[in-house]
């Protein structure tokens, strides 16, 4: 079955390493969130593209999900004796992925083509694409310190400033990719990972034309939920839904999510949601270990199997 899933970091990366565990290497293509990527020492960071190589290269470090497992920090301790304030902690190995691709990128190569060649250096079979080739950053308006960046928001004020509104600064220029059109054309479902929906998922459904993209194909697209008994697995999405207004509820996201979505994976621990026009079931979506992300993997898979012939 030719999977195209959308993923943002470490919940994403989780549910794709699932996947590949169950997949065909050439049936699953990973969609990735570049709105959190950043400059960072004069180089270019793409937070969740590496966390996924990473993840699914056996590099990451389990503990914290992103970076490189026993990395070391001695050049941002030297940075830091130069006086530099140096909140962003980058390691020792991870800075070899970033100097490559700012190399590259100043070369002028696209980002699709230099996360190609990363990911084939670290003998990753799977398709991991950018969700764009050019810059798109996440800025978060928040109460306390007006417009920040991504990382400024979620690693140097730990997500705790309230936030009043996102947008997405250059992505009326974005594209879709060949390589991303392709992918979506000839699969055989769409799966939303359990990413936060408003800092991850939304950042790839609005590159112009890929809402439509999605929507003309008639197969299976479906989103797990991140909420899970009324509460985030992990980061900001609880918060941010209460910010904005919203019930901090797996029924939520589904209307978030709206059309672009015929099916909905919600936890077990979850009462039962009536979902209009929307195929829904419910299973253990919290990846604690290895076995339950191949669990959840095939679990999902088999699910969208048994109705893709009638996806509505
Ligand atoms: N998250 C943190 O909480 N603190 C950090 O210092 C930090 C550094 C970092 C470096 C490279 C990288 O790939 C990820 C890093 N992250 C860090 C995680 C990252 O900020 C978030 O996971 C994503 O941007 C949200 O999806």
């Not at 978060?140 to 991504?150: L, N, Q, S």
């Not at 697209?221 to 609880?238: D, E, F, L, T, Y």
């Not at 990846?287 to 959840?296: A, G, P, S």
Request: one cysteine or more; hydrophobic letters at 45%.
């Amino acid at each position: 079955m030719k999977t195209v899933v959308l993923v943002g970091g470490v919940g994403g990366a989780k549910l794709a390493l699932g996947l590949a565990h169950v997949l065909p290497p050439d049936d699953l293509t990973i969609v990735v969130n570049t709105a959190d990527d950043t400059w960072m020492y004069g180089l270019r960071v793409c937070p969740d593209l590496d966390t996924i190589m990473y993840t699914l290269s056996g590099l990451v470090d389990p503990q914290n999900g992103w970076g490189i497992a026993g990395d070391t920090t001695k050049l941002l301790e030297a940075m830091r004796r130069y006086g530099e304030d140096v909140w962003f902690k980058l390691g020792d190995q991870d800075f070899a992925t970033h100097i490559l691709r700012t190399r590259w990128l100043n070369a002028g190569h696209r980002l699709t083509s230099i996360t190609e060649r990363l990911a084939k250096r670290l003998s990753i079979p799977q398709c991991i694409l950018p969700m764009v080739d050019l810059p798109v950053a996440t800025i978060v308006d928040t109460v306390e310190h007006g417009e920040i960046d991504f990382q400024t928001y979620f690693v140097r004020y730990r997500w705790q400033p309230t936030v009043k509104s996102l947008r997405l600064d250059g992505i009326e220029k974005a594209s879709i990719s060949p390589e991303l059109q392709q992918a979506v054309e000839s699969a055989d479902c769409l799966l939303v990972a359990p990413s936060n929906p408003w800092l991850s998922v939304a950042p790839i459904l609005s590159i112009p034309g890929l809402r439509d993209l999605m929507l003309s194909r008639p197969i299976p697209r479906v989103a797990i939920s991140p909420i899970v008994g009324g509460q985030a697995i992990k980061g900001p999405a609880a918060k941010l839904m209460t910010e904005l207004g919203l019930e901090v509820s797996a029924r939520s996201v589904v209307a978030y999510y709206g059309d672009i979505i015929n099916g909905f994976v919600y936890d077990q621990v979850d009462h039962e949601i009536e979902v209009p026009l929307v195929h829904s079931t419910r299973l253990n979506t919290v990846m604690l270990t290895d076995n339950d992300k191949v669990q959840l993997a095939t679990n999902v898979l088999e699910w969208m199997k048994s109705w893709a012939k009638t996806p509505s």
